[in-house]
């Protein structure tokens, strides 16, 4: 069992997954662990749709049909980022998505071998187990904080049981579909997706090694 350091230095966004089912005991138990995130007022403001099989197919279908077909119709009903990017965070998402195609063999200006990439996340990247996370829409801010360390709690007790996570915001951009495939309700917002399950160690997207700021540049110490 990986200790909570461990669990930390080990998460990585995985982008493909081998097809072995995860035990639905599993899913729960990881969903029972990360539900003790801290919450303002303990309002626990998260909703968890977890799709396998052909739940899981039906989704992907449906946005995928969209994403290629309709993706014009379609657009997020929120900021995710920035509207505008300026640096340093231009040029660290740029130097990601560089080093990520760079890996996957994908020359700049490749424009369909780029968008054939960024349609795996509407498969879930191959994982075994999707998951759709929402949140009533009236919810403020201080809410989708606490959202986060809901998601960073799954992500941690995920490596708990040798498995790997996928965060994924490009879920938002096809709401609508997600919304009509799921019958979910008016007041509730497609937030990400997930994926999970056990990493492709083969693919060369999985090698991707991200650079993180040092501790000098982020963190003020204030003593006297």
Same mark, same amino acid.
């Given at each position: 069992?990986?200790?909570?350091? !461990? ?14 089912? *995860?035990?639905?005991? #599993? ?8 539900? @003790? ?12 749709? *977890? ?17 290629? %077909?309709?993706? !014009?119709?379609? #657009? %997020? +009903?929120? #900021? %995710? /980022? ?14 990601? &998505? ?6 996957? &063999? ?5 424009? !369909?071998? #780029? ?14 187990? &999707? ?6 829409? +009236? ?19 995920? @490596? &708990?049981? +040798? ?14 579909? $997600? ?10 917002? $497609?937030? *990400?997706?997930?994926?999970?399950? /056990? !990493? ?10 991200? *650079? @993180? ?12």
């Amino acid at each position: 069992m990986l200790n909570v350091d !461990e669990a930390i230095l080990s998460r990585r966004s995985i982008r493909a997954y081998r097809p072995d089912p *995860v035990p639905r005991v #599993t899913i729960e138990h990881i969903l029972e662990v990360a539900r @003790r995130a801290p919450s303002g007022t303990n309002t626990q403001p998260w909703k968890v749709h *977890v799709l396998t099989g052909g739940a899981l197919q039906r989704l992907s279908e449906a946005v995928l049909h969209a994403f290629w %077909n309709e993706s !014009e119709q379609h #657009t %997020n +009903d929120r #900021t %995710n /980022y920035l509207v505008k990017w300026r640096d340093p965070y231009l040029s660290r998402r740029r130097k990601i &998505g560089w080093d990520l195609y760079d890996l996957m &063999g994908i020359k700049k200006g490749e424009r !369909e071998r #780029t968008q054939k990439f960024h349609a795996k996340n509407y498969e879930f990247f191959g994982a075994p187990v &999707g998951i759709i996370f929402t949140i009533d829409r +009236d919810m403020g801010w201080m809410s989708w904080l606490d959202y986060g360390m809901f998601l960073q709690n799954i992500c941690l007790a995920a @490596r &708990g049981q +040798d498995l790997h996570t996928c965060p994924q915001a490009s879920w938002g951009s096809y709401h609508e579909v $997600v919304e009509k495939v799921l019958g979910l309700p008016a007041h509730e917002l $497609v937030h *990400v997706g997930m994926s999970l399950g /056990y !990493e492709d160690i083969d693919a060369p997207q999985n090698s991707l090694k991200t *650079v @993180r700021e040092p501790l000098e540049q982020f963190a003020a110490f204030h003593e006297t």
